[in-house]
């Protein structure tokens, strides 16, 4: 069953612990991005990846990092940094970079207490 | 900055009646993609629109690229509950990535 799975599902943090979102996909897309959603917004890009190790700056990378050593997995960090960072966080990728559809993984809502 | 702007940002409506929500560009799109997110779930992929002036049809919706390639529309014919969530055009404003629109959350009720 092909698909994107992100985990976990709801993650419970302290504030200034660095917290590691997981993304998986079996769909063999090149492309893959993570996405913030605030309540009631948009999504605004953090990270994308075009091809395995390799990845750019989105609008709002501030504070985060991402790693891509595998064509299958694309995992963000959340780092103390990140001023605010208790938001829902989707992972999507395409099967080539640019403009191509993009399926998006469940989500993890990550509260930072 | 260049942009996706969407309009209205929320419309509530009775089951049965039309809704239609309006995306803008700043920029011409090459093409433009609408995608539907149930709440609490994540954006689901409905279409894609290519050509100038294109029209398609899923069923009760209706999605239409401008003529200029700068606009498009999603309108719904007679809701039903199950049409609530929130709806987000997006198009390649840079070449490497869409850029999501700013979304249209419906709520439908009996």
């Known amino acids: 069953d092909g698909g994107i799975t992100q985990s976990p599902k709801y993650l419970f943090r302290k504030e200034g612990q660095n917290v590691t979102l997981s993304c998986e996909q079996n769909?063999?897309?090149?492309?893959m991005y993570w996405y913030r959603q605030d309540p009631g917004q948009g999504l605004r890009l953090i990270y994308y990846s075009q091809i395995v190790n390799d990845f750019q700056k989105g609008d709002i990378a501030e504070g985060y990092s991402v790693s891509r050593e595998k064509k299958e997995s694309f995992p963000l960090t959340v780092t103390s940094a990140q001023k605010n960072p208790t938001a829902f966080y989707l992972c999507a990728s395409s099967r080539l970079a640019g403009t191509d559809t993009q399926y998006f993984g469940p989500g993890t809502r990550l509260t930072v207490l | 900055g260049q942009q996706v702007m969407q309009i209205p940002q929320y419309q509530h409506v009775q089951e049965g009646e039309d809704f239609t929500t309006y995306c803008n560009s700043s920029?011409?799109?090459?093409?433009i993609q609408w995608y539907k997110q149930r709440p609490g779930g994540h954006p689901v992929f409905l279409i894609q629109?290519?050509?100038?002036?294109e029209v398609k049809k899923q069923k009760r919706l209706t999605f239409q690229f401008g003529e200029a390639k700068k606009n498009s529309s999603l309108h719904i014919t007679a809701t039903q509950t199950t049409d609530v969530g929130t709806y987000f055009c997006a198009g390649p404003i840079k070449a490497s990535k869409l850029t999501f629109g700013t979304g249209t959350r419906l709520q439908v009720t009996l």
């Open positions: 920029t011409t799109l090459s093409n």
């Open positions: 629109l290519v050509k100038s002036g």
């Open positions: 769909l063999n897309h090149d492309a």
